[in-house]
């Protein structure tokens, strides 16, 4: 629920600075002089994880699972791996997923405009400053590190976007120099590969042609597989590293939003090569699985309640849910302050994450998180691993369950809690 109190915390923030529209659509001159004065941070950090070291993260654009997972490339991919049989995509269209993936939350999101989210919502770069564990993006075709136009070129074919970018999104990194010179195109991927200085999470996007959003699902399979082929044999980028490729979501709305996903890399365990996992997964969950794998605090949004990767939850000893997907959709975003009335309303109240409680990563929640939205009330029941919302009635209904050790299954019912939209009822059998 939103409050005075909040509001006052927030001190009027706007919901989205004012922006020139040089900072939008920044002019040749202007690229070329940051191009040439702005370099690039490559920090190093070497924090040992429970199951994995490094975590590469590769998103692909806008296709039905079917269709992505016989495109032959992919295919051939998947097999040399673990292939993800039930993730999903959190909203449409892309933007909010993206934002999800850096925030846990679309925060109402319904667009892909030049949209940015206020400095006071923490991300998993604060998360990863809590042990200092070095991130980076790599954006292909950005002009130079750090750009926050809305796109590059500023005319012609699509090439560089800012809405497939999603710590450029939050202010929280903007406003942070050193931050926004970790967020880097692929001469620098190449680069840090070179000698040896890759962080222990990047995020990869591929321009618009080789992302697949321009061209089609056989053009950015034959990408990925040139793309992959070789760093797969780099012992480098590999040795104890999980790579992600999947998608930012489906491409038919109708549909449920599950998108195609694999993990590969040294960090798979060698008894689930070519194998399949059906346990449900969302964008949310790699931010709960890098909680559990670093030991660092979450975000107390949708991450919270988020399964983790499977073969991670067995080390740390953590039992996710089975979800009913039969009724479940996660095709819109519900209302708030992000949104602008494409497929939700716009509100004034910004979600207030969790402050306390369990969360599945198991390392509780980011300092500045309970410290900023200190004895307020949580929005959502971000407890549950499927995002839902009673106001609007996205995702309320869905059944979820979890057998514990000695036999006890606990069954929960998304939106049925008797105090609104911050618990879910639960029974026991």
């Known amino acids: ?113 030049f949209n940015q989210i206020p400095a006071n919502v923490s991300t998993i770069a604060d998360m990863f400053d809590t042990k200092n564990i070095s991130w980076g993006e790599y954006q292909e075709h950005s002009p130079y590190p750090g750009y926050q136009g809305f796109r590059y070129p500023t005319s012609g074919d699509n090439d560089y976007v800012r809405k497939h970018n999603p710590a450029i999104l939050y202010n929280s990194v903007t406003e942070d120099a050193t931050r926004l010179r970790q967020i880097k195109n692929f001469t620098d991927f190449y680069e840090d590969l070179r000698t040896h200085r890759l962080p222990q999470y990047s995020f990869v996007t591929p321009n618009m042609t080789n992302d697949g959003h321009d061209t089609d699902i056989s053009f950015s399979g034959t990408w990925t597989w040139e793309f992959l082929i070789d760093l797969l044999d780099n012992e480098y980028f590999t040795k104890d590293t999980l790579i992600l490729l999947t998608f930012d979501e489906n491409d038919t709305y109708e549909l449920g939003n599950k998108i195609f996903s694999f993990l590969l890399g040294g960090a798979v365990p060698q008894h689930l090569l070519g194998k399949e996992d059906d346990t449900f997964y969302t964008h949310y969950s790699i931010i709960s699985s890098l909680s559990a794998n670093f030991g660092i605090p979450g975000l107390g949004r949708w991450d919270c309640g988020a399964n983790l990767l499977s073969f991670l939850a067995e080390k740390v000893g953590y039992t996710n849910y089975e979800v009913d997907t039969s009724n479940l959709y996660l095709n819109v975003s519900y209302n708030g302050p992000m949104a602008a009335g494409e497929y939700s309303q716009k509100t004034y109240e910004w979600p207030i994450p969790a402050t306390e409680g369990q969360c599945s990563g198991g390392h509780g929640i980011l300092d500045i998180v309970k410290k900023t939205y200190a004895n307020l009330t949580a929005t959502h029941d971000y407890s549950s691993p499927v995002p839902f919302d009673v106001e609007t009635g996205n995702s309320v209904g869905v059944e979820y369950s979890r057998r514990l050790k000695g036999g006890k299954r606990e069954k929960y019912v998304t939106g049925s809690g008797k105090t609104g939209n911050d618990t879910s009822a639960c029974k026991s059998s």
């Open 1 to 113: 629920m939103y409050t005075k109190t909040l509001a006052a915390l927030l001190g009027g923030l706007s919901l989205a600075l004012a922006q020139t529209s040089s900072e939008q659509t920044p002019s040749a001159p202007e690229i070329a002089a940051a191009r040439a004065t702005i370099k690039p941070y490559s920090p190093v950090s070497n924090v040992q994880g429970k199951s994995f070291n490094r975590f590469v993260n590769i998103w692909l654009e806008n296709t039905d699972y079917d269709v992505a997972a016989s495109e032959k490339h992919l295919a051939k991919l998947a097999k040399k791996g673990l292939t993800l049989t039930n993730m999903w995509a959190v909203t449409h269209p892309s933007e909010p997923n993206y934002c999800a993936s850096q925030g846990g939350d679309t925060f109402g999101m319904d667009n892909d405009d």
